[in-house]
């Protein structure tokens, strides 16, 4: 299958008349997380509220209700195949390129409702940046490849896209190891670097939020520790969420984790627990998370 | 029989198949040179590559039948690509599955019409409604490039089709990750990577337009002179092989042998274009 195929998928919102309110007054939020889900201290940037996704009749997540702490680093783990990753297309909709897909409950990104029907879902794109599980830079020359967000939102400028190519290669800590190969292929960095020039291409276009889909289980680990470091340092200014396999990387990265489980094959995948990073590693509520992360099962 | 002078014997069959392959090609070329070696020695290149096809006076110039060549499969193409690659893009980003596999059929039936039956129609419709808009007598360059327009479509669409559904959707998935449309990531990502393969449908469409005889012989000509416009009468390399072919000796059928050379040797240069702009099995750098 083509999975480009623009035949989107029928991603739905409902907006319950019940939490119609929130949405409609996104000031309010910030402060009003007085709901049980809210964790103390922390702005949310996304409000999760009841969400299911279905793929076809496949149901792949069921009940989710989180929010997702500003310029904050949350990490989601769990097995293999306990929805993870189409969690996180939730949060940019990127999984409305799935034909069948239907998602309901509501996912409020500062207030706003992104499944509503008006909403613009290449703006949304725009503030919520993707990094994928491979490398996957395109066949271009490494300053195209950081341009190319910046170019399709109208930039022209050489100078503008210059001083783009360069701040965004700064911020992915790329800076002094391409400045003298700008204009050479993409794909003859490597591996390491190919996955900070991705982070590149997604700070160009200066979003809000940045989604990170196991982003170092191609690579190494002296390309890991510094994609880590990496991540620790853009926290101050984004949030992050990044799913991964590694539950080292997890307690090593985060502030706050989210544990997913799927109970037996068929089943949706559920948030087990949600809490901030120490407390989950050390003394996790649920028996589920204790066996998972002292690696009893999974 | 034991297994071992099984083994020996199915070697040998295989070997011996692709023995009588090559031989059968390289003797193609061999006997194309040895026929076409006269009219190089009696008339000589200054005289074959001339513009006056005259055997009367010893004149076997090709320089109008090899333009003449050059102009319909331009001709063919320039109408044929955008459409070709327009249904490509169609039934790869735009079409739900189901009519996908309905129009890929229409597209393979298009492929399958012979050439005699779109040469018929070209002769008994585009023709006269090409005279009657136009004035002159219709058949031409014009005609032609129509006729082949319509039979390189289903090659360069299909290939091209080949070409878009190889490039990893990774690459659509991060253009649309930034924020991109679909049209932007059509046309900035998508036709971009895809382009080696796209040149290789082109370059093979070009091959088949070149090559085909009958179609354009029914909507050409014919006139052995340089046509005055585009629906004025003139001759490819094919079309003048097959009128003369009949009634030639001498000389006179050593230079169409010559013309088939010609026409060898293009087809050889296009072949190798393709290995070089698509880097042998398509290629587009994916990291694995």
């Known amino acids: 299958m083509s999975v480009i195929s623009f035949v989107s998928g029928k991603v739905r919102g409902r907006r319950p008349g019940s939490v119609g309110a929130e949405g409609a007054a996104p000031s309010q939020n910030k402060r009003a997380g007085a709901e049980s889900e809210a964790i103390p201290g922390e702005g949310a940037k996304f409000r999760l509220r009841d969400v299911s996704l279905r793929y076809g009749n496949r149901p792949v997540l069921e009940g989710i209700t989180m929010?997702?702490?500003?310029?904050?680093?949350?990490?989601?783990?769990?097995?293999s195949g306990c929805g993870k990753s189409s969690f996180l297309r939730c949060l940019n909709r990127m999984n409305d390129l799935v034909e069948g897909c239907r998602l309901e409950g509501l996912v409020l990104l500062d207030g706003e409702d992104i499944y509503a029907r008006e909403y613009d879902?290449?703006?949304?794109?725009?503030?919520?940046?993707?990094?994928?599980?491979?490398?996957?830079?395109?066949?271009?020359?490494?300053?195209?490849n950081v341009a190319f967000g910046?170019?399709?939102?109208?930039?022209?400028?050489?100078?503008?896209?210059?001083?783009i190519v360069e701040l965004s290669l700064k911020r992915a800590a790329l800076w002094e190891e391409v400045k003298d190969k700008l204009r050479e292929p993409a794909l003859a960095l490597s591996g390491?670097?190919?996955?900070?020039?991705?982070?590149?291409?997604?700070?160009?276009?200066?979003p809000e939020v940045i989604l990170l889909d196991e982003p170092c289980s191609a690579l190494d680990p002296i390309a890991t520790q510094r994609i880590e470091d990496l991540l620790?340092?853009?926290?101050?200014?984004?949030?992050?969420?990044?799913?991964?396999?590694?539950?080292?990387?997890?307690?090593?990265?985060?502030?706050?984790?989210?544990?997913?489980?799927?109970?037996?094959?068929?089943?949706?995948?559920?948030?087990?627990?949600?809490?901030?990073?120490?407390?989950?590693?050390?003394?996790?509520?649920?028996?589920?998370?204790?066996?998972?992360?002292?690696?009893?099962?999974? | 029989m034991s297994s071992i002078s099984r083994e020996w014997l199915i070697k040998r069959i295989l070997l011996v198949a692709a023995m009588v392959v090559v031989l059968g090609l390289a003797m193609v070329v061999y006997f194309m040179a040895k026929e076409s070696l006269p009219a190089f020695r009696e008339a000589g290149p200054?005289?074959?590559?001339?513009?006056?096809?005259?055997?009367?006076?010893?004149?076997?110039?090709?320089?109008?039948?090899?333009?003449?060549?050059?102009?319909?499969?331009?001709?063919?193409?320039?109408?044929?690509?955008?459409?070709a690659l327009s249904l490509a893009l169609f039934l790869t980003q735009v079409a739900p599955r189901r009519s996908r596999a309905l129009f890929s059929r229409g597209v393979e039936i298009l492929a399958g019409i012979p050439s005699i039956v779109l040469g018929w129609l070209g002769f008994t419709m585009l023709v006269p409604w090409i005279r009657k808009l136009s004035g002159s007598s219709g058949s031409g360059i014009l005609a032609a490039s129509i006729i082949l327009a319509v039979m390189v479509i289903p090659t360069i669409t299909a290939i091209s089709k080949d070409a878009l559904e190889a490039v990893p959707a990774s690459y659509a998935q991060a253009s649309l990750a930034v924020g991109a449309t679909r049209w932007q990531t059509t046309w900035r990502v998508l036709l971009p990577a895809a382009r080696p393969g796209i040149l290789a449908a082109v370059i093979l469409g070009l091959g088949r337009a070149v090559g085909e005889t009958m179609a354009v012989a029914m909507v050409i000509g014919p006139a052995s002179v340089f046509p005055t416009s585009l629906t004025t009468p003139t001759h490819t390399l094919t079309t003048k092989i097959l009128m003369e072919m009949g009634e030639s000796t001498g000389v006179q059928r050593s230079s169409l042998f010559a013309m088939g050379l010609v026409l060898l040797l293009l087809a050889m240069a296009l072949v190798l274009l393709v290995r070089r702009v698509s880097g042998g099995p398509f290629k587009y750098g994916v990291v694995e």
């Open chain 1, 121 to 144: 879902v290449t703006a949304l794109r725009r503030r919520v940046g993707m990094v994928f599980q491979r490398p996957n830079p395109f066949p271009k020359t490494v300053y195209e």
């Open chain 1, 232 to 298: 620790a340092e853009l926290k101050e200014n984004y949030t992050i969420v990044i799913v991964t396999h590694n539950m080292q990387q997890a307690a090593r990265v985060s502030d706050y984790t989210a544990f997913f489980l799927i109970e037996s094959q068929g089943e949706p995948g559920r948030l087990v627990e949600f809490g901030d990073t120490a407390t989950i590693f050390t003394a996790p509520a649920d028996p589920r998370t204790e066996r998972y992360i002292t690696g009893r099962f999974g």
């Open chain 2, 46 to 83: 200054a005289n074959l590559f001339s513009a006056t096809w005259s055997p009367r006076d010893g004149r076997y110039g090709m320089l109008v039948f090899l333009v003449g060549t050059l102009t319909t499969a331009a001709g063919g193409l320039l109408l044929g690509t955008p459409l």
């Open chain 1, 67 to 79: 929010d997702i702490p500003e310029r904050r680093i949350t990490a989601v783990i769990g097995p």
């Open chain 1, 192 to 206: 390491g670097q190919q996955q900070r020039l991705c982070i590149a291409r997604v700070l160009a276009v200066e």
């Open chain 1, 150 to 163: 910046p170019r399709i939102f109208g930039i022209k400028d050489r100078e503008t896209l210059d001083g």
